[in-house]
């Protein structure tokens, strides 16, 4: 499978521990992307990065939110002392960035996290 | 700020019709569109995309307009099947940067 993955596809916590998710983007793809989505919502921006470097933060995004992408491969988002307003559908999406303007996201099946 | 807009939450359409979404924008510097088809517990899936330079791109059962001076485009779906129930997303980029509509869900009765 040579798809965007996700791990893990449901998580459920208690308010207050932290939780982290993977994503593992297309191989080719230089740009990775997470975002955040509920119930009768579209996807909402987060981060991206491109290659190892994130180049951009949602300025909604609390302090509470990180994401890593060593080595410009697999990404990380991390969310500290979760509060039940952080469950909700994590999306990671990956592309190709060449330069033109015809960039396509693809996405991962998406980790559901569900806050008691 | 959503400055993507779907304005119609859900759409009922007879197996063998067309189906039409649409999608409304309001920043001009978007300069590529993309519709995304979703099922529940997965991902969005890559459908269709324009260009902001064409106003209509096709590809099989897919058609998709875009009118820039009314900052606005459109989905058709012909004809719709019964795999077509899903929902909706219409999304804008500009920079690298997308932003995504909330979404239309489509019911396909037989």
């Known amino acids: 499978d040579t798809g965007v993955s996700q791990d893990p596809r449901h998580k459920i916590t208690k308010r207050g521990q932290n939780v982290t998710f993977r994503c593992d983007p297309i191989?080719?793809?230089?740009?990775l992307y997470w975002y955040r989505q509920t119930l009768g919502q579209g996807p909402e921006f987060l981060t991206y990065?491109?290659?190892?470097?994130?180049?951009?933060k949602s300025r909604l995004l609390s302090d509470r939110f990180s994401a890593e992408r060593p080595k410009g491969s697999f990404s990380t988002l991390e969310i500290q002392r979760t509060e039940q307003g952080d469950s909700a559908m994590y999306l990671c999406?990956?592309?190709?960035?060449?330069?033109?303007?015809?960039?396509?996201?693809?996405f991962g099946s998406g980790t559901q996290l569900s806050v008691l | 700020d959503q400055q993507v807009k779907q304005n119609s939450p859900s759409l009922s359409v007879q197996e063998g019709r067309i189906s039409i979404l649409n999608c409304d924008y309001t920043?001009?510097?978007?300069?590529?569109f993309l519709w995304y088809k979703k099922y529940p517990a997965e991902g969005p899936t890559f459908l269709i995309s324009i260009s902001s330079i064409k106003d209509k791109n096709e590809d099989g059962r897919f058609t998709v307009f875009l009118n820039k001076s009314a900052k606005h485009l459109s989905l058709h779906i012909v004809p719709s099947q019964p795999g077509d129930s899903a929902v909706y997303f219409c999304?804008?980029?500009?920079?690298?940067?997308?932003?995504f509509g909330a979404g239309t869900q489509v019911v396909v009765t037989p």
């Open positions: 191989s080719e793809h230089n740009r």
């Open positions: 990065f491109q290659n190892e470097a994130q180049l951009e």
């Open positions: 920043n001009s510097m978007f300069d590529y």
């Open positions: 999304a804008a980029n500009s920079w690298g940067k997308f932003q």
């Open positions: 999406a990956s592309s190709l960035r060449t330069g033109g303007v015809n960039e396509k996201l693809f």
